[in-house]
Nanobody, 121 residues
Framework: QVQLVESGGGSVQPGGSLRLSCAAS????????MRWYRQAPGKQRELVAS???????NYVDSVKGRFTISRDNTKNTMYLQMNSLKLEDTAVYYC???????????????WGQGTQVTVSS
C-alpha cells in the first residue's frame, strides 16, 4: 500500500499563506498524477490542483494566481503553496496520487487523511 501523510494545515487570516505537504511512502514503483482536493462543510469535494509526473499543472479557476502546486519526485512529495488566502478557501484539503506498487502491474488511486485549512478574521 501507499501511505500519504499530509501536513501544513492550520488557521490563518485572510490574505495569509500556508504551505501544504503530502509525502508518499511504501513500496512504490512510480507515481504519475498527484492532486490536491478540498471539501468545505456541506459541499462536494472539488479538485483544486493537479500535477503530472512531468510537471504539467492545472488549477481550478478560483485559485489560479494564488496557489502553486509542485512536487519533488526524489522525495515522493507534493506541495501546495497557498497565498492570498480567502475565507472561501476554508476546507479540509486531501492529497490524492495515482501510484503503482513495486511488483504490481496496476496503477491505483490513494488518498491522504486530510488536513484542515481555516481562513478566518
Amino acid at each position: 500500500q501507499v501511505q500519504l501523510v499530509e501536513s501544513g494545515g492550520g488557521s490563518v487570516q485572510p490574505g495569509g499563506s500556508l504551505r501544504l505537504s503530502c509525502a508518499a511512502s511504501g513500496s512504490i514503483f512510480g507515481i504519475s498524477d498527484m492532486r490536491w482536493y478540498r471539501q468545505a462543510p456541506g459541499k462536494q469535494r472539488e479538485l483544486v490542483a493537479s500535477i503530472t509526473s512531468g510537471g504539467s499543472t492545472n488549477y481550478v479557476d478560483s485559485v489560479k494566481g494564488r496557489f502553486t502546486i509542485s512536487r519533488d519526485n526524489t522525495k515522493n512529495t507534493m506541495y501546495l503553496q497557498m497565498n492570498s488566502l480567502k475565507l472561501e478557501d476554508t476546507a479540509v484539503y486531501y492529497c490524492n496520487v495515482v501510484a503503482r506498487l513495486s511488483g504490481s502491474r496496476w496503477w491505483n488511486d490513494y488518498w491522504g487523511q486530510g488536513t484542515q485549512v481555516t481562513v478566518s478574521s
